[in-house]
């Protein structure tokens, strides 16, 4: 979902280059995430005929619970966008 970020973002007709997510670089980030002071959430959708993931969203959610939390990356793969649950 990371590398489809990339591409499938809605960015109009401005073609966007892929930005290639390795396991080591997914590892990296998550260790860098680990030892920042906030709790990282990840809400993902499984399209169950293919088995493929389709959405994703992050949340950082800081150790300090007066600071709120923030949305990272969320992403709903192009040919999944506007159809409803029941597209899923």
């Known amino acids: 979902m990371a590398t489809a ?10 073609p966007e280059p892929e930005d290639v997510w390795t396991v080591e670089r997914l590892v990296e980030a998550e260790q860098r995430r680990a030892t ?4 990282s959430l990840t809400a993902a959708a499984e399209h169950v005929p ?3 993931l389709v959405a ?6 800081p150790d300090d619970a007066s600071r ?10 192009r040919e999944h966008r506007g159809t409803g649950w029941a597209g899923w």
């Open 5 to 14: 970020l990339s591409t499938d973002a809605p960015m109009g007709d401005v």
């Open 36 to 39: 920042s002071g906030r709790a």
């Open 50 to 52: 293919s088995g493929r």
């Open 56 to 61: 994703c969203s992050d949340l950082a959610v």
């Open 68 to 77: 709120p939390a923030m949305q990272q990356m969320t992403l709903v793969r």
